[in-house]
Every structure is written in C-alpha cells, then in structure tokens.
C-alpha cells in the first residue's frame, strides 16, 4: 500500500444538515436531474449522442445477464514482466505479449480482465438508466433492474481478497482494492438512481442489505487520509448516501475532518492548483474521482462550487492549462503517463458550473461527443478561450516554468509527491522545436520489475546520481527566477537528497530554441558523482558514437541499460532532428558513458549520457541547441562566464555568480 498523507484535522463548516437532507430533489438526482436530461434531450448537437446511446442500449437490452463467478484482480499485473507491455487477451485463460508472443496464464493474469467485465455491467446500468430516462421505454429499465438484482445475489458471495490473492487490509469483493471497488460503484449507484422510480419496495430494500450497503462497508473499512483513492471512496460512499437519503453516511463522505471531500479540496488540491502527489496522470484521476460526489452534492443543493471550496476546485482544472506545454502536453513526472487537459471531456462540466472562459480551452480540440458534453455541454465555445503563458515559479508544487513562444524549460526542485513521487530533484523537461527534447520517462504499470528497476530510479530522469544510488525524499528550494530581453533563467537547490552534498541547477532559456545549464555539485569527500542526460535523439545513431563496450553494474536503473559504451571525450553530439547535445566540464575530470535507457517499454530505447568524475566539486555546463550553435565556458574564479552564438542569431553572453543570473 502507497503511503498517504494524514493532515491535521482542522474543523470545517459541516456541509451536511437535517435541513438540506429534508430537501433532497426527486430522483434522480446523482449523474443528472430529469430536467437536466430533458434539456440534453433538446439539444440539436446532442442528436448523434442520444441515437448512439440508444442503440447500445437496445444492444444491452437483449444480452443475457451472465455476472463473473469471482472478482477481479490488479490490472497492474497484466504486462510482460521482461518488455513492459501490456498483455493482449486471447481467451479467458491465454493472455500474449505483443512483443514476443510469450503466453501468460493462470492467476493473476485470468482474473485481470474479470475486472473490466464487472466495469463494463456497471457502465451498462448507468447506460441502461440514462435510455430510459431519455426514452421513456420500459425496457431500458427493466434490464437495468435485471442487472442490479444479478448483482445483489451475486455480491454477498464474493470472496474478499487483495491484488496479492490474500485478505489484507484495503482489498475488496468485486476488486482487489477499495478503489477497484469505489470505481465499480459509482456508474453502478448512478445508473439505480435513473431507475428508482421503476423498482419496487421490496428491490430496493433488497439493493440496499445486499449489494449497496455491504458495498460501502467494504469501502469504508479501509480508511485513508488525503489521497487520490479516497476521492474515489468518498464519491462512491457519498452516491449510495444520497441515493438513499443517509445523512451519516453523507456527512462521513463529505465533512469527515480527515478524509471527507472537504478535506480533500481544502488539503490535496496544491496553492497552485496541481494535485500534491505531483503527477499528472493521478491530478486527472483525482479529477475524475471527485466529479460524481461534485455533481451530486451539487443537485442535491450542497454549496460545493462556490465559496472557498469551489475555488479550490477551480485550480484543479485550471492548473493543467497553465502548466502545459506549447503543445498541449504535459510532463510524465513521478508515477504518471503523458497527459493532456486537451479533449478532456471533465472540462464540460466545470465550464458549465464555473463560466469561466478558460475552462473551455481544452474543449477547443473535442468532437464534443462524451457524456459531460451531452449533459453539461455549453456551444458555441468562446473565441478567447486561450491564454498566453509566460515565465512562472510554480511553488506549492515546486516548478519552475522558463518560456517562450512554442518553447518550454521545466526545472523541478519541489516536494516528493508522496508515494508516488521519484527521486529526482533538479531533473529537467524541455521543449522547442515542436518536441519534447528532453523527457520524463514518466512510469509503467506497477506489477513488472521495471516499474522500481528503471522508472522510479534517480538515475532515468535528467539529474545528479552519487554513488549509484537513487536520491532521497526531500523537498529542495527554487533561488533565482529571472527573465529579460529574450531569456529567462532559473537557479534551484536539490536540497538534502544526498548526506552532505549540495547540488544546484541553474538553467537558462535562450529565445525559443536554446537551453543552457550549469549544474554544480560539492559533495561532502571525493565520491562517484554522475550527470545523467536523456536526450530525445534516435537511438541508433547514438549509440554508433565512439568508446569502449563495458558492463554496467547489476544495480536499480543500470541494469536496464543497454549498448553500454565508455569514452574519455564527448564531441558535441547533433541528431537527425537538427538538434545537438554539447557538454563541457568545467576543471572537472569527467568520463563518460553512452547508452541507451528504457522509454514507454524495454523496446523503446532512448539515449542517455553521463559525465562520471570523483571530484568532491564538480562543475558541468551543457546544452541542448539547434545545430550550428557554438558554446563556450570558463570560470573566473566561482564565476561561470559562457559564450552562446550561432550563425544568423543573436549571440548571448551568460553569467552565473553564486546566486546572480544574467544574460546579455
């Protein structure tokens, strides 16, 4: 189980009253309110979306009700350990690597797809529910019904278990996790609240001692404090309780001090607006875990987006267009994939209830044929949807943004992340060219030994390893935020990732193609100290760069390199995208080594280098540049005084003193 973050519990106005609870809506009031479907319903851009969802519904209508036999497992299990990639399903019992056809079978790997089964009849009674409601015909409902009571014989009898196939703490009945579990609920809450009007007194007693209940005691045994999975619980133990009309129930949802929705928001959601575990793919999956109880809570006349709370919310949409990259991504840094706000159908629903225009930006690149944009979807979009970005220190969660039009520098020297943070203070993302010239390798998926060997190593992101060893936990300090004419520039401290060394970055962006760095190093006695750069370059051609083949250590991150080589000198380096890599040790003695690491999977290979030397003070300048950009550096006594010129360009003359930046 990843760690959580336990904050104090600090006293917040209870959201939850005898008052509001008397004055519930009718049903249904959970996904949507019926006059809400019937605005949809008239809406002339939504007649492609409701004609698709009936027709899946008169699909579903006449499938037999056949439940799995047992729950499912850890989608995380389901890749080849040796490459990374996920498995292809070829029967209930035959899962294949797309790589090299290696078949998998057994537990876990059967019980995986049983999972997305389980989520697939969820997804079906809310589908079922929203034809009916949409339609009026019975039979949308009565298969809904069918569905629910399958379930409500079947639930009681699953066996409870965890994604190690025991009982531990945390696991579930339909899944291996609460969250598996909470994930399940929620479309599954939603779609019996479409139809409680059709089912009878008796059913819903029934739904309510033998499936949903006991659902959300499975849930709820399983306490968290501010985390991702407990936006999930909270959302899914908040729709039963408003579904039934359980004011307790609600009020643990919701005013819990420690782990309720408010806290949530008040405590999870950074200054900044980026959730705190630091990683996009969980900042969206946060986002999508608090949606249900938002709306629900919203239809049932709780105050959740407006007044402090529903600014807070705000940030967490706004933050990943304020943090984007000129195109649109974002970085894959700690436990996350490449992310995007683009497209993101969640942007519906926060520009209808915040009208803000920015909200709409990432709506600007949909079809805008989602559920959010059938129930909350506002056309046309404004014009002045987009914003300009500049230059900005992103505190709360510690990056710095250098900027230029279509150019982007990322130096990251801020908190951990939590358990799902990566050791890697100082590393650096950038941007320019159209591409992403320095990368995150971002993760895998967490059931294969890549996942700890390479992805959450010091040594696959771009920074400082000593000793072979990954750095520690720690939270370092931004010290310069500079901009001027043409250039911005940035100077951060690791702080204390490695016992009595000090590491600092500085780096500067040149007009919207350059980006220069200066990293220093003073380690407490003479010591391996290596500068790890992964430039996006092809890895063929890298690696035919001349050196010595040599072994790497058996150790996390250096076991998963590959074409090894060693060399005395590194010669400025230009790849077939016209950009170059250049490295100049400053009265450091520096070898190094040529390789390639992991990328998405074992098969993808990207180049690394890395500048070795035992100096107990290390000073390396390098560069990522367009071809034809010459560079030059020199120390005047702690001064670092560097030459940038290429031909055509203005030629730029940077100096770092200490804690002085300057460009000119």
Known sequence: MLPVIVFSATQEVKLVTEARMAQLPAHPRLLATQEELEAARRKPENKAFLESLLARAAELAKNPVVLPERGGQWPHWYACKKHGSRLRTESATRHVCPVDGEIYTGWPYDDVPLLAQHNDWAAAIRDLGLAFRLSGEPRFAKKAREILLAYAEKYPGYAYHDKDGKTGTGGAKVGPQTLDEAVWLIPMVQGADLVWDTLSAPERETLKTNLFYPAADVIRQHKMGVHNIQCWKNSAVGLVALLFGDKALLAEAIDDPVRGLQRQLTEGITDDGLWYEGAWSYHFYTMSALAPLMEAGYHAGLPLYSGPLGARYKKLYLAPIGMALPSGQLPAFNDSNAATAMSNPLYETAFLRFADPKLAHPLTTSPRKTLPAFLAGIPPLPTNANQALGTEDFSASGYAYLRAPGATLILKYGPHGGGHGHPDKLNTVFFAGGKILLDDPGTSVYGIPAHLGW??????????????????????????????????????????????????????????????????????????????????FEPKAWLAQPGTPQSVASKPGYSYLQGSKQATSFSPYTDASGFALALIPLATPTQYVIATGMGKSSEDRIPILLARTEAQKARWVW???????????????????????APGKKAWQLRVANAELSAK
């Open 455 to 536: 992805y959450k190593t010091t040594l696959a992101h771009n920074t400082f390893i000593q000793n072979e060893t990954n750095q520690k936990p720690a939270t370092g300090k931004l010290l310069v935020l500079k901009t001027g004419d043409g250039w911005a520039a940035a100077l951060a401290d690791a702080g204390p990732v490695y016992e009595g060394t000090r590491l600092q970055r500085a780096a500067f962006l040149l007009g919207s193609d350059t980006a220069v760095f200066i990293d220093t190093a003073d380690q407490k006695a003479p010591s391996l100290l290596e500068l790890a750069i992964h430039p996006s």
């Open 623 to 645: 560069a990522i540049a367009p071809q034809g950009t010459k560079i030059t550096a020199r120390t005047d006594g702690d001064t670092v005084l560097i030459e940038v010129s």
